[in-house]
């Protein structure tokens, strides 16, 4: 037998349920019929899928880590597959699937997408949130239509269209801190102190030599791709975090306040998608309308 959708779609429910009993009752199959498909699978991929060393939980082997990560991305990119071919040559509907960043663009985005949809009723999307990098692991994975991210982006990867928002870098701490009573924190002001990073470290490098600072500088506590999840601990007054302005505007909190840094640091928005593939019609024609809209402005 073959490995095909039915084959994967049956092995990521064991693996999460990691019981072939409680996986079969979810499918609605018997569990020795389960369990043959499992041996199929293994067998075509010539690999042990599953640690079998416990009778009453399976886990999952490398291989079988590495299967689970990689069925989830072909069975999105089926899926999606079938939705725009039954979407080709009739008026435009299906799903957009839109990747954002936390920032400031999240204000302007529902601004588009009901504009969007107001050319196009049939029209739905879905939206996830992340930072740069796991968002351009979702485009490359086909788990993602398009992207909005923070420059820099890589040209020759992926074609762009520059958003006419952009953000600036600061530091987020408590409202009591004496350094809030300051405009702006340089070099000076933020040496030492214990830092919370965003979970991306391209830009980073770049945005510390404009400040005059060597990483080594920066006294790194941890990191954090959403600063909803940071924000806990910066309320604590033990942590501060490097951010960007919009991210927390989203969010606001009276006890916590951002100051920008200096030299100011800037960074602009873009959408993007993966050059040399054939975008679905409806993302294609979203795209069509945001570069128009950039145009024009």
């Known amino acids: 037998m073959a490995m095909n959708e039915k084959s994967l779609a049956y092995f990521l429910v064991v693996a999460e349920r990691g019981n072939l009993t409680e996986a079969a009752r979810e499918i609605g199959i018997s569990q020795p019929a389960l369990s043959r498909q499992i041996q199929h699978l293994e067998a075509e991929t010539g690999?042990?899928?599953?640690?079998?060393?416990?009778?009453?939980?399976?886990?999952?082997t490398p291989a079988g880590r590495l299967l689970q990560k990689r069925a989830k991305s072909l069975l999105g990119f089926w899926k999606q597959t079938q939705q725009?071919?039954?979407a080709a040559g009739t008026v435009l509907s299906g799903t957009i699937r839109i990747g954002c960043v936390e920032s400031s663009v999240s204000a302007d985005l529902p601004a588009w997408l009901m504009s969007f949809q107001s050319l196009y009723p049939?029209?739905?999307?879905?939206?996830?949130?992340?930072?740069g990098d796991r968002l351009r692991d979702m485009l490359d994975h086909g788990l993602l239509d398009l992207v909005i991210l923070l420059e820099p982006v890589e040209t020759a990867r992926y074609n762009c269209v520059a958003l006419p928002i952009s953000d600036t870098w600061?530091?987020?701490?408590?409202?009591d801190d004496?350094?809030?009573?300051?405009?702006?924190?340089?070099?000076?002001?933020?040496?030492?102190?214990?830092?919370?990073?965003?979970?991306?470290?391209?830009?980073?490098?770049?945005?510390?030599?404009?400040?005059?600072?060597?990483?080594?500088?920066?006294?790194?506590?941890?990191s954090s791709d959403l600063i909803s999840n940071s924000i806990p601990l910066v309320l604590t007054g033990?942590?501060?975090?490097?951010?960007?302005?919009?991210?927390?505007?989203l969010r606001p909190d009276p006890r916590l306040t951002f100051v920008p840094l200096f030299p100011r640091h800037t960074v602009r928005h873009v959408l993007a998608w993966r050059k040399n593939?054939?975008?679905?019609?409806?993302?294609?024609?979203?795209?069509?309308?945001?570069?128009?809209?950039?145009e024009e402005s």
């Open 47 to 60: 690999r042990d899928l599953f640690d079998r060393s416990s009778r009453r939980r399976f886990s999952l």
């Open 84 to 86: 725009d071919l039954q």
């Open 122 to 131: 049939d029209a739905t999307f879905t939206l996830s949130t992340g930072n």
């Open 170 to 175: 600061g530091i987020l701490m408590r409202s």
């Open 178 to 222: 004496p350094l809030c009573q300051r405009a702006e924190l340089g070099a000076a002001d933020i040496k030492g102190l214990p830092m919370l990073l965003p979970g991306r470290e391209i830009p980073l490098n770049d945005l510390f030599d404009g400040l005059g600072i060597r990483p080594e500088q920066i006294v790194v506590k941890g």
């Open 238 to 249: 033990q942590y501060y975090e490097l951010t960007i302005r919009g991210a927390f505007s």
């Open 277 to 294: 593939e054939q975008l679905p019609q409806l993302a294609e024609e979203f795209t069509r309308i945001m570069r128009r809209q950039q």
